[in-house]
T-cell receptor, first 112, second 114 residues
Framework: GDSVTQMEGPVTLSEEAFLTINCTYTATGYPSLFWYVQYPGEGLQLLLKATKADDKGSNKGFEATYRKETTSFHLEKGSVQVSDSAVYFCALVSGGSYIPTFGRGTSLIVHP | DGGITQSPKYLFRKEGQNVTLSCEQNLNHDAMYWYRQDPGQGLRLIYYSQIVNDFQKGDIAEGYSVSREKKESFPLTVTSAQKNPTAFYLC?????????????FGNGTRLTVT
């Protein structure tokens, strides 16, 4: 079945540091890939998505590239802010499926 | 603005009581989902519904029940048979059948059972 593996957290960074959160997946066919962000006490929000190989999703300074050859969708940001502190979830939906598959989430803590 | 509304935000119940969590969406989405979130465990799917009057069990359906009588509404009942009901519950919806469409989430209901 489908699965998503994210790096364990928490990831702790200083403000303006470079961020990478790794995400790899296994899936049947060619899934769509998503990153969601969850701030404390809230639901998840879509951060970015990519629907085919080599697509790059981007939003609010975050980027991720759909790499079919390495089955990866790593999240990156060049300069993090304290306000980026949250939990980040990688997810996929396989073609023909109604059921999104989520990673376990990676907590990011950014210090001033 | 369209969105998903979950109510209440916090809910307290005594052990042995059933409790119903509300989820309403005005996004005209066909599919709706209920997830449970526990610390360090990510999201676990309880039930989902692709269309009105139809729903399927997810990975952890035991002790829960749902209904989908209207497109906009997908209430979740946590029954007394659920062994560990204290958790954060998230409702989500999604447009159509294509795998490109993302989930839209409500802000969750935190249920505490004592």
């Amino acid at each position: 079945g489908d699965s998503v593996t994210q790096m364990e957290g928490p990831v702790t960074l200083s403000e303006e540091a470079f961020l990478t959160i790794n995400c790899t997946y296994t899936a049947t066919g060619y899934p769509s890939l998503f990153w969601y962000v969850q701030y404390p006490g809230e639901g998840l929000q879509l951060l970015l998505k990519a629907t085919k190989a080599d697509d790059k999703g981007s939003n609010k300074g975050f980027e991720a590239t759909y790499r079919k050859e390495t089955t990866s969708f790593h999240l990156e940001k060049g300069s993090v802010q304290v306000s980026d502190s949250a939990v980040y979830f990688c997810a996929l939906v396989s073609g023909g499926s109604y059921i999104p598959t989520f990673g376990r989430g990676t907590s990011l803590i950014v210090h001033p | 603005d369209g969105g998903i509304t979950q109510s209440p935000k916090y809910l307290f119940r005594k052990e042995g009581q059933n409790v119903t969590l509300s989820c309403e969406q005005n996004l005209n989405h066909d599919a709706m989902y209920w997830y449970r979130q526990d610390p360090g465990q990510g999201l676990r799917l309880i039930y989902y519904s692709q269309i009105v009057n139809d729903f399927q069990k997810g990975d952890i359906a035991e002790g829960y029940s749902v209904s989908r009588e209207k497109k906009e509404s997908f209430p979740l009942t946590v029954t007394s048979a659920q062994k560990n009901p204290t958790a954060f519950y998230l409702c989500a919806s999604r447009l159509g059948q294509g795998h490109n469409s993302p989930l839209h989430f409500g802000n969750g209901t935190r249920l505490t059972v004592t």
